[in-house]
């Protein structure tokens, strides 16, 4: 007790003295985490042209490094020491103290290593056993919602993603995630997996995972600038499968009899077996706070696309369906599916003729010609690449928009199913 307390003592006065130096300096934000990325490699992030040598001028990236001082060193320190610590299981002051000093860093501290370092104490605390875990119901939700509410815009969009990522981290570990197993057992495996040797029971973190507060941040992984990690997350929601493992394992086997290839994701099968009645109502019932002030359609866009029809191969457009992004198909059952085919006539795009552009839209549409295979997954492919596309393009998303939630309620299969979407739609919209 005597090193904690001196642990303590010496990660406030570290607290106290470095973590509001930036007080009050706030970052713009990207749309969304991708996009933010996306801006930087293509120099939105680069510094003012500087003249090489050979009298030439060349762009540097700005990356905004941290450089940790003797107080930062310290407290990070500090805090591996108090994670591991047994004094959180007792009530003590000293209790009361760590923990009432990760929830400053988390809502004050803009030393990203620091925040790192305290996320990742609260999110082994609280993705743990229920009977192992150290902290009260309340203290959990309190650690969950400034999570789900926390303000990235005090740090540097491409750093942050770092931190980003740790959170989406936490969520996946709550639903069982192991990368062990994934790693041994990988897409495109060609037998399937005994669900009854590698799924992860999750009953010990139902309380988790039943949470509300929790949810924000699942929701807010669909904004991952991991297509990996957005697949995985959107899976759970959609499936009702609380195990990572096992949507894993259910994505992987699907793409294995669709026809996948080497270098496929999971993200070729999208959401199978989905209804559009189904997929809508859970898309206007999500609490989309979390995402802050990113561009929060993006999430709804991709659900939308990923609920489509992704057997087969990519189908070329004809002159009937000239003004129509998506066509809905009718499968043999008779259920109206989601979108399923791209518009691909080029004939009438203007944008066909090489004169105009050098021959890359011939070659482009060459590749796509490739896909039109049933076989292979190509509808799939083409699909998850839009869908990626949509993450780095904001006039995208908002064309994909309202392209496929028009076309999304056009496949409903009653006005009265219709009207049911009515109060959600309102409440969405009415949310600041």
Known sequence: NRHIQGATSQASIASSVQHMAEDGHHHQLAATPTLGIFEAACGLGFKPP????????????????????????????????????????TFSSTRKTIIKMLGAIIDSSNSLPVLIQAVSIIGNWVTSDIQRMPLTKSEREGFLWQLASF???????????ALGDMMCCIVLSAYGYNPSIIQ??????????????FSHHLEHREH??????????????????????RSLCMGISSTQVDDCILVHEILSNIANERGCRKGDSIDIVGIPNITPSHVLHQVLQFN????????????????????GNHIGGVRLGHEGIDHQIFVTHTDGKGINSCPGYLRLNYKNAGLG??????????????????????DLCG????????????????????SMLEICFQAAWQCLPSNRERASLIEPLERLIAKP
């Open 184 to 197: 041994e057992f990988p897409f495109g495996l060609s037998k399937c997996i005994n669900s009854n040797d």
């Open 50 to 89: 500087c003249q090489v040598g050979n009298g030439g001028f060349k762009n540097e990236i700005v990356i905004e490094n941290e450089i940790l001082g003797a107080s930062l060193k310290s407290l990070i320190s500090s805090l591996r020491l108090l994670g591991s610590s047994c004094s959180l299981l």
């Open 288 to 307: 989309f706070e979390a995402l802050g002030k990113r561009l929060w359609t993006t999430a709804i866009v991709d659900v939308l696309l990923a609920s």
């Open 353 to 374: 003729l090489d004169e105009y552009d050098a021959g890359f839209y011939s070659s482009f549409t060459k590749v796509l010609k490739s896909e039109r295979s049933g």
């Open 379 to 398: 509808r799939g492919r083409c699909i998850a690449a839009i869908r990626n596309l949509v993450h780095g393009d904001v006039n995208t998303c908002q």
């Open 208 to 229: 988790i995972v039943k949470d509300e507060t929790f949810h924000l941040l699942l929701v807010s992984s669909l904004l991952s600038s991991n297509p990996y990690v």
């Open 151 to 161: 303000d990235f815009q005090r740090l540097p969009e491409v750093s942050s993603q």
